[in-house]
């Protein structure tokens, strides 16, 4: 079923061989990219824009370009060194202290940036929170991080229960508001007064910068604890899985919400000098193409969900955009369907590249790279510096092609370094000196690691363990399927049956004889047993904001059990 390998092109690639590198590298000597190394003074904002702004051949390069539909800007190296301080400033004036929690809930502007990194900067940590989160969802976060301190605008702010928590102290309004009072701070009427110098906040490199919540997948979101010494793995991982040069336009699609969109979306491109474009509004085909062809991209990371509707809304579009400077594509966040590759090299004359990492790990530690060959549908090797395998549940290791826990020796750079206030959840994820990630895979004779599912998504079947990837990747190659949700719902007689929720592709509908037809595709291109037994039409599938299946949820609605916490759910 294995599409075949997709060879590498020569060319533009940071890392010209991928086997060589592995053998060589040592974290030791990312160190050296940084000024830290030879001031011994750190913080990771210092690096990613002061840095630059410092240096008379890149303070006035354009680090982001903000583009929405009702707004335009580009803002230089400086500029937002200039803004960053600036924030810094009103959070000293206002008591914010070194591993304050200062959370933000709004939009990505820029003035998103200039307070994110502005709480960088004072050694505070800081917590996006995705916009469209309700108040429980809100509320929760706040809650367990003991934040004093939150950034929002006017419009969010009824979502935010600020009598109920103790802890919050102060309100930051981005935008003109009735508000007043002791308690809010107007973002604009301060930032005014505030001065554009400020002196950074240094700090030891294991000290606390970020506070994200996982996406909520499986469970409860879990609040994840990362470091500034992150920025070595940022960088590094900048460098050779995005393949960035300074003079890239780079696009990463993911809110800051998600851990893609502060690891990839902030400190990748920012650490490498790279001008970083951030596109506000909603997604539509048509408007993605254009970004990508009038905002010159040259790198562009973005999720499965996103290329699968760019997929279904046809290769006709793409063929109307001009997308010349494009010469780099990855993916993160769920399985990429070798589908999904396939349309990527006919419809962008590209390989997509998938890369596989979790909040957890900070960072991207599996990974197509550039300099190596592809096979569509495994997540590539470890990064250089990575030491990944499969172990049995006793954290022995597994031989080549059987199904296991798929492990990272730990640490590594960008590591977490605890789960917020709750020090028995951070153990139980290391086994043997393993650092345990919750997927299941399997790693072939090549080395490469191929995902299976989620150790809780894996389905027993008379006897026979299927993932559910597997299923909905089938799936989603028949033409009139356009996304797809597989579980196992427990059956007396088999332990489980598939069972598979789709959405139809625009112009099929719902009939007995297409659902038949459905089932024998995957039974011809898989097998008999991975064939759902059960097939059910849906208008959309519930996904998390960062656009990730949600199983669980498909299981509990259709087991009539109670849902959980649904407070990452997209509406
Ligand atoms: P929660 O931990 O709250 O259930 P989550 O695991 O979805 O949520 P994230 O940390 O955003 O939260 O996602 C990490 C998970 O996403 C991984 O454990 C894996 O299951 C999946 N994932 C990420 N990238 C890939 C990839 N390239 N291929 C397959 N799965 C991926
Ligand atoms: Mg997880």
Redesign the pocket.
């Known amino acids: 079923m294995n599409m075949q390998r997709i060879e590498t092109k020569s060319g533009n690639f940071n890392m010209t061989d991928y086997e060589e590198t592995y053998q060589k590298f040592n974290w030791d000597e990312a160190k050296s990219n940084f000024s830290w190394h030879t001031t011994g003074k750190a913080n990771i904002a210092y690096e990613a824009i002061d840095r630059h702004a410092e240096n008379p051949d890149k303070a006035d390069q354009i680090a982001l370009i903000y583009s929405a539909p009702d707004r335009e800007e580009k803002l230089t190296f400086t500029d937002l060194k200039q803004s960053s301080n600036q924030f810094a400033n009103v959070l000293k004036k206002h008591g914010v202290e070194k591993e304050d929690r200062v959370f933000l809930f709004m939009p990505r502007s820029p003035e998103f940036y200039a307070s994110f990194l502005g709480i960088l900067k004072v050694g505070a940590i800081a917590g996006p929170l995705f916009e469209a989160f309700m108040e429980q969802a809100v509320r929760d976060r706040l809650e367990d991080s003991e934040a004093s301190m939150l950034v929002t605008t006017p419009e969010l702010l009824e979502r935010v229960p600020f009598s109920d928590l103790p802890h919050l102290k102060k309100v930051v309004l981005v935008g003109e508001s009735d508000q007043k009072g002791e308690a809010y701070i107007d973002y604009h009427a301060e930032m005014n007064e505030a001065s554009k110098s400020f002196d950074v906040e240094w700090v030891d490199l294991e000290d606390g910068m970020l506070l994200h919540y996982?996406?909520?997948?499986?469970?409860k979101?879990?609040g994840v604890y990362h470091v500034h010494n992150a920025m070595l793995q940022h960088y590094q991982t900048g460098k050779w899985v995005l393949d960035l040069k300074e003079d890239d336009i780079y696009w990463c699609t993911a809110d800051p919400g998600?851990?893609t969109g502060t690891s990839y979306g902030i400190f990748a491109p920012w650490l490498n000098g790279v001008t970083n474009l951030v596109r506000g509004g909603r997604f539509s085909p048509e408007q993605w193409y254009e970004t990508l062809q009038e905002k010159e991209v040259t790198v562009w990371y973005s999720a499965p969900t996103a290329f699968r509707k760019l997929m279904s809304a046809g290769e006709d579009i793409v063929k109307e955009y001009n997308l010349t400077n494009l010469r780099h594509v990855l993916?993160?966040?769920?399985?990429?369907n070798p589908e999904v590759i396939a349309w990527g090299m006919s419809a962008l004359e590209l390989r997509i590249h998938?890369?596989?990492?979790?909040?957890?790990t900070g960072g991207q530690l599996i990974c197509n790279f550039p300099a190596l060959d592809m096979k569509p549908g495994s997540?590539g090797k470890p990064f250089p510096g990575i030491v990944a395998s499969i172990i049995d549940n006793e954290g022995n290791e597994l031989p080549p092609n059987q199904m296991g826990n798929l492990a990272i020796k730990a640490p590594w750079p960008s590591m977490m370094r605890a789960i917020w206030k709750r020090p028995e959840k951070y153990e139980s994820y290391f086994l043997n000196g393993w650092y345990i990630?919750?997927?299941s895979a399997y790693k072939d004779e090549e080395g490469y690691f191929w995902?299976q599912g989620?150790l809780d998504d894996v389905i027993n079947t008379s006897g026979e363990r299927v993932g559910p990837f597997e299923v909905e990747s089938k799936l989603i190659e028949h033409p009139a399927v356009s996304e797809a949700g597989v579980i196992g719902k427990p059956d007396p007689e088999r332990g489980e049956i598939i069972k598979a929720f789709i959405t139809l592709n625009d112009g099929y509908s719902e009939s007995e004889e297409l659902l038949e037809e459905i089932r024998q595709f995957v039974k011809k291109g898989l097998s008999a047993h991975a064939a759902p037994r059960e097939l059910e039409v849906k208008d959309t599938i519930p996904k998390?904001r960062?656009g990730?299946i949600m199983r669980r949820l498909l299981k509990s609605w259709e087991l009539g059990l109670p849902t959980g916490d649904v407070s990452t759910l997209e509406e």
């Open positions: 996982t996406s909520g997948s499986t469970g979101p879990k998600w851990v993916s993160v966040g769920e399985p990429l998938d890369t596989w990492w979790m909040t957890e997540m990630s919750g997927d995902f989620r998390t960062s990730k």
